[in-house]
């Protein structure tokens, strides 16, 4: 059983649209990080979110954590070329080691 | 900082052969972690160390798989023997505390035949 479910699994879309990727579980989560992994290279963290209900922005990139701290979503808008790989969620359960989801594989076309 | 270094970072061997992983993690960092990663399976967790002890091995898949830890600046992961399904991108990760943001090395793409 998968602990963190993201949806969807695979995105493929134009430059310029926007969407919205998904991080969802029935456990509480003390905190939730977002990683970005590229083809051929590790996973690298995008950001932490700590209080239920938080959003953060980074550039056109915004999170947000679920109120219960069970869920998570990241939406991009005009997404670009660049954004292309895996997108993680991984949740920490205080003092240990991160749980990682499966990965939203996104793939943005000119 | 040079981040976390693996070492090598391909790798093809045969079915029964000893291969080993190896990993520096960043100085400082008190946790490492050893990460497999498969389309099917996604990144599935192996074993991961605090202080050089390892804490959770249970992500281990059977006997053939063994890591160690014999100082805070090495690591090394070990199948004996290598199968077809072991093939895969093995990750080695540190970070600060086992539940703070994690340092990817580049990965191990191990093949084998």
């Known amino acids: 059983t998968q602990l963190l479910e993201q949806s969807p699994q695979f995105l493929s879309i134009q430059e310029g649209e926007n969407l919205t990727v998904y991080c969802n579980s029935s456990s509480v989560f003390s905190s939730l990080q977002w990683y970005r992994q590229e083809p051929g290279e590790g996973p690298v963290l995008l950001v932490t979110v700590v209080t239920g209900g938080e959003v953060k922005k980074l550039k056109r990139l915004t999170f947000q954590f679920g109120d219960a701290r069970k869920d998570s979503s990241l939406h991009i808008t005009a997404a670009q070329p660049g954004d292309t790989g895996l997108y993680l969620c991984a949740g920490d359960q205080a003092g240990t080691a991160l749980i990682f989801g499966k990965g939203t594989t996104l793939s943005v076309s000119s | 900082d040079a981040g976390v270094i693996q070492s090598p970072r391909h790798e093809v061997t045969e079915m029964g052969q000893e291969v080993t992983l190896r990993c520096k993690p960043i100085?400082?960092?008190?946790?490492l972690f050893w990460y497999r990663q498969t389309m099917m399976r996604g990144l599935e967790l192996l074993i991961y160390?605090?202080?050089?002890?390892?804490?959770?091995d249970s992500g281990m898949p059977e006997d053939r798989f063994s890591a160690k830890m014999p100082n805070a600046s090495f690591s090394t992961l070990k199948i004996q023997p290598s199968e077809p399904r072991d093939s895969a991108v093995y990750f080695c990760a540190s970070s600060t505390t086992a539940d703070n943001e994690q340092f990817f090395g580049p990965g191990t793409r191990l093949t084998v035949l």
């Open positions: 160390f605090n202080n050089n002890v390892p804490i959770d």
């Open positions: 100085s400082g960092h008190n946790s």
